[in-house]
C-alpha cells in the first residue's frame, strides 16, 4: 500500500534534539550534525538545520568510540554505499545502545529494498523488525526519534508481506510512530513527507478497496488530499528540494486538487533532481511519464536543465 510511495533511503536526519552543531564534511560539502539530547550525543549526517553551539560527548561502549562509528555509517548511509554500512554495524548486533540498533535496522531495510529475492527479503525486512523494536524498548525517557521513524518505515514495508489487512492494520500504529517521531524532532523533513504519504494513501484509496477495509476494520484509517499536501509542503519549506520523491509527491496531489500548472513544475524538479538511490530511480521514471502525458518530450527537458 505505501512501500512503493514513501521514501526509505538516503539523506536523513536522526537522533533526539537539544544542542545542534556543525562542520562541513569534505566529501560533499554539505553539513553535518552533532546533537546532544539526554546527555549523550548523536551524529547525524546531512541536517536540515542551522546554527547553534556544539556540545559533543563520545558515546562509549566496551571501549568502542560509538559516536565515531555512527558518524561513519550514516556518511557511507549518505552516499548509498549499503553493504559498506553493514560492515560498519555488523559488530553491534548483540548491543542495546537504541541509536546503533535503529541505524542496523535501517540498513537491513535497505538490504531488503535491493534484493529481488523474495524469501530474503522477507527475512531481511524481518530481521530489520527486530532491531527496530529493541531500539524502541531501549530508548531514554526523552525519546529516540531514529527508532520511531524507522520503525514506522519498517512495519509499513513488513505489513505488505503480510497481505491488505494486516496491512491496513499496521498503518494505525506506523501513523502513531511517525507522530511520535515528529515530536521529537518536528523539523524533519523526510518524516513529513512519510507521514504526508500516509495521509495521501488513504485520501486516494479506491472505493471498493475503502469498503473492504470497512467491512474488516469498522472505521479505517481515513485522510483527505488537503492534508497530504500540509505534509509535502511542510516537508519542502523545511528543505527545498530535498528528496525526488517529495517533489513527485507535490506534483501528484497537486494534480488531484486540479492545480495542472503547478504539479508540472514539480514533475519537472521530480525528473531533474539526481538520481542516487533506488526511491530516486523510482521517482524519476514515474515523473516522467507523467510530463510525457502532458505532451513535454523528455530531450526537452534534458536541454532546459
Known sequence: MFS??????????????????????????KKVAYVTGGGATTTFA????????????????????????IREADVLYNNYMIDNVWGVLRRFERTNEPELLWRLARVLAEKA????????KKTLFLEALEYAQKALSNEPVSGCFGAHKWYAIIINYVGE?????????????MKQHLERALEIDPLDATTWHI??????TFADMPTYQRYAAKAIFGTPPSSTYEEALRHFERAETLQPGFYKANAYSLGEVLEKLGRKAEALEFYKKAFTGPIISVDDRESHEKALAKLKKSGIDEKTLIAGN
Not at 9 to 28: D, L
Not at 113 to 120: A, G, H, R, W, Y
Open 195 to 200: 507521514l504526508g504519504v500516509w495521509h495521501y
Open 113 to 120: 529494498k535491493l534484493t529481488k529475492d523474495k524469501n530474503e
Open 161 to 173: 508481506l503480510e497481505g491488505t489487512s494486516a496491512h491496513i492494520k499496521r498503518s494505525y500504529e
Open 4 to 29: 512503493r510511495r514513501f521514501a526509505a533511503a538516503g539523506w536523513r536526519i536522526f537522533g533526539s534534539t537539544v544542542r545542534r552543531g556543525f562542520r562541513q564534511t569534505a566529501q560533499n560539502g
Open 46 to 69: 546531512l541536517s536540515f538545520f542551522g546554527g547553534g553551539a556544539s556540545d559533543k560527548k563520545d558515546i562509549k561502549t566496551g571501549g568502542t568510540n560509538i559516536e565515531a562509528v
